[in-house]
């Protein structure tokens, strides 16, 4: 009997291991802040302000949005119509398409920003 609950408990306290591990690479992975350096390849200028480019931010929100099976939903063709000022608070709206092909808006908003880089986010 002393093997049996010793067996029991530790099969408990693995299966809670691999939950728990799963839970936190789940929410590491599902994150949709985004920070990115500001350099020759990726900065544009819109409105006369230093901007991240709209391909950087279209291809890091379309693989950021469903990096797992159970977190997000499939979207493809993500488009912004400029790109991202890097000023803090500053918003955009870009646009993609879900698994039926219907169109979905996604804001992309700028947490923080830098002369060298600018932390963003959007929402799923």
Same mark, same amino acid.
């Given at each position: ?26 929410? !590491? ?9 500001? $350099?020759? #390849? ?5 409105? /006369? @302000? =230093?901007? !991240? ?9 379309? $693989?950021? #949005? ?5 977190? /997000? @939903? =499939? ?20 646009? /993609? ?28």
């Amino acid at each position: 009997m002393k093997q049996r609950s010793g067996f029991l408990v530790g099969a408990v306290g693995g299966a809670i291991a691999v939950v728990a591990v799963g839970g936190v690479g789940t929410y !590491l992975l599902s994150g949709t802040e985004s920070n990115t350096m500001l $350099n020759d #390849y990726s900065t544009v200028r819109v409105d /006369g @302000q =230093k901007a !991240l480019s709209a391909n950087i931010v279209e291809g890091r929100t379309e $693989n950021k #949005y469903n990096p797992l099976p159970w977190v /997000g @939903q =499939k979207v493809t063709g993500v488009t912004c119509p400029t790109g991202l000022k890097a000023v803090a608070g500053t918003t955009l709206t870009c646009t /993609g398409k879900d698994e039926d092909g219907k169109a979905i808006a996604i804001r992309v908003t700028v947490v923080r920003a830098s002369d060298r880089s600018v932390t963003w986010k959007f929402e799923r």
